[in-house]
């Protein structure tokens, strides 16, 4: 097919037989339009990588802090024990309940100059557990149902903490009390991922 043949087919011909000129510019128009979208749409693309790589590097940076790898060292070696702690009134009576990570002081004392646990730190609180492990898993998992971070990125970087954390038997203990009914769901959903599909 020669090109007047083509041009033809695609813009048409006027009274006089010569190519639609109105036609032809509003199909160039078109064409243009399309082009300036890929572009766009690839440049959009590229833009939404760099964001989620960012994102990601800044979640690492504030989780990875001293006192996480304190708390994550202790979990790690058997070091800390679930329990609940009793507060009690001026009666001594009970008034309410804390749930806590008991620092195991026989393991503890073997860590000694390799963690630095403090001399007066007895164990951990629901809180600091929430603040500085499994909220931060949480949250994660939250980003990554909405499509700001993609599992991938969440195996290699946090897969290790995660399944270790989804894996232990105290965390586990913790996750079960009633305080916790409803809660970590995205943590949970991860681990479970990550337990069933372990990085190679």
């Not at 309940?97 to 630095?116: F, N, R, S, T, Y």
């Not at 943590?187 to 372990?198: D, S, T, Y």
Request: hydrophobic share 40%.
């Amino acid at each position: 097919m020669s090109i007047e043949k083509a041009l033809e087919f695609l813009f048409g011909t006027d009274t006089s037989g010569a190519i639609d000129r109105t036609s032809f510019w509003t199909g160039i128009g078109a064409i243009a339009t399309a082009g300036a979208i890929l572009v766009v749409w690839k440049e959009l693309g590229a833009t939404k990588k760099t964001t989620r790589a960012d994102f990601a590097k800044r979640f690492v940076d504030s989780f990875f802090t001293e006192e996480t790898r304190k708390l994550f060292t202790l979990l790690m070696n058997s070091a800390l024990e679930f329990k609940i702690l009793d507060i009690k009134g001026k009666d001594g009576k009970k008034i309410d309940e804390l749930p806590i990570l008991e620092i195991k002081k026989d393991i503890a004392d073997q860590l000694k100059g390799v963690v630095d646990i403090g001399s007066t730190r007895t164990g951990y609180s629901a809180f600091e557990i929430d603040d500085l492990l499994l909220g931060y898993f949480d949250d994660l998992g939250w980003y990554e149902k909405r499509g700001l971070i993609d599992l991938e990125t969440i195996r290699e970087t946090f897969g290790y903490y995660i399944s270790e954390c989804y894996q232990s038997a105290e965390i586990q203990k913790y996750l079960q009390d009633g305080c916790n009914d409803r809660k970590y769901e995205h943590f949970r959903r991860l681990g479970k991922l990550i337990k069933e599909n372990p990085i190679p």
